[in-house]
C-alpha cells in the first residue's frame, strides 16, 4: 500500500440498503427506500415525526421484520455482514437488541432478575454464567436492589432499566431504543441517555435512540438522521445538520431551544459555530457583550 493510499474503512456493523416495507392490512409503504449505515461506537439519534417509519425501521433491524410481521418487505438489512433473512430474531437478538417505547410489553417474568436471565439461558449459557451476566447489568444500571421484586411492581423508569439490562445481558453490539423515554420524567431521562453514552464509551455499544429529545441529542449523538415519510432526509453531525434548520422544521420536527435562539440572534450576535448546549451559547453571549 503507497503512502498516499488509505487504509479500507471496516465495514459497517449494520447497513440497510434500499428497505421498503408495508404491513399486511396496508397498500401505503411504511418504508420508501430507507438506507442508513451504523458503524462501530456510534452513538445515533433518530428524529421525525409520528408516522414517519421510525418504529417500523427499527423493526428490520433484530429481524422482527420480515420474520414476524409479515407484510411485504423489499430491499436488504445486513448485521455483521449477513442478511437478516437469514438469520432468526434469536441469532438476531444476541447482536441487536431493541427496548420498546412501552417497557410493559417485553416484561413477562416473575422477577427482575428472572428477567435478564432469559436473554442469556436462551443463548445457551449456563445459569451460573447467566446470572453473572444478570448481576454484572443490574449493578452497571443501579437496580441490583430490584432483582427480587416483580417487574409489574415497579416504576416507569425503573421498568425501562430492567429492559435494557435485558438486552444488555445478551451482550448485544447495537442497543436501540425506540421512543424508550417518552414516558419518563426529565430527571429519569437525562439519566437514561447518560447511561447510553456510558455503554457507548465504557463498553463500545453502538446506541441507535429514536427519541423527540432534541436537546439531548444533539449534545450526546455522533450523527442525527431525520425521517419523514418512510424517507431519511438528513444524516450528519448534529452541528453540521441543524445549520440548515429547514428539512426539520418542514418535516415538523422541532429544534432544540438553542439553536433556535441563536437562529433568532443571528444578525446581533456572530456565532463562531452553532451552539447546542446552553453552555456553548452562553459563552458566546457573554464574550459578545464585552
Same mark, same amino acid.
Given at each position: ?141 443501579? /437496580? ?62 453502538? /446506541?441507535? /435512540? ?21 424517507? /431519511? ?58
Amino acid at each position: 500500500m503507497s503512502e498516499a493510499e488509505e487504509p479500507p474503512a471496516d465495514p459497517p456493523l449494520v447497513a440497510v440498503r434500499d428497505a421498503r416495507y408495508r404491513y399486511p392490512t396496508s397498500q401505503d409503504w411504511v418504508l420508501r427506500g430507507v438506507s442508513l449505515e451504523l458503524r462501530r461506537g456510534e452513538f445515533v439519534g433518530l428524529v421525525g415525526t409520528t408516522g414517519a417509519g421510525k418504529s417500523t425501521f427499527c423493526l428490520t433491524l433484530n429481524g422482527l421484520i420480515p420474520h414476524y410481521a409479515g407484510g411485504t418487505f423489499e430491499g436488504q438489512v445486513l448485521v455483521d455482514g449477513r442478511d437478516t433473512r437469514e438469520l432468526t430474531v434469536a441469532d438476531l437478538s444476541a447482536r441487536v437488541g431493541l427496548v420498546f417505547q412501552d417497557a410493559d410489553s417485553q416484561l413477562m417474568m416473575s422477577t427482575v432478575e428472572e428477567e435478564c436471565l432469559l436473554g442469556p439461558l436462551s443463548q445457551g449459557l449456563s445459569r451460573a454464567e447467566a446470572r453473572a451476566r444478570a448481576r454484572q447489568m443490574l449493578d452497571v444500571l443501579e /437496580i441490583a436492589h430490584l432483582a427480587g421484586r416483580p417487574p409489574q411492581t415497579l416504576s416507569g423508569g425503573q421498568k425501562q432499566r430492567t429492559a435494557i439490562a435485558a438486552v444488555m445481558a445478551t451482550e448485544p453490539e447495537v442497543l436501540v431504543l425506540d421512543e424508550a423515554t417518552s414516558e419518563l420524567d426529565a430527571l429519569t431521562v437525562h439519566r437514561l441517555f447518560g447511561l447510553c453514552a456510558r455503554l457507548n464509551r465504557e463498553r463500545g455499544t453502538t /446506541i441507535l /435512540i429514536v427519541s423527540h429529545e432534541m436537546e439531548l441529542l444533539a449534545t450526546h449523538a455522533g450523527r442525527l438522521v431525520l425521517m419523514s415519510e418512510g424517507r /431519511i432526509l438528513v444524516d450528519g453531525p448534529p452541528r453540521a445538520v441543524l445549520v440548515d434548520s429547514t428539512p426539520f422544521r418542514d418535516a415538523g420536527v422541532r429544534l432544540p431551544q438553542v439553536v433556535e435562539l441563536a437562529e433568532r440572534l443571528a444578525g446581533e450576535v456572530d456565532w463562531p459555530e452553532l451552539p447546542l448546549s446552553e453552555e456553548e451559547a452562553e459563552h458566546t453571549l457573554r464574550a459578545s457583550a464585552r
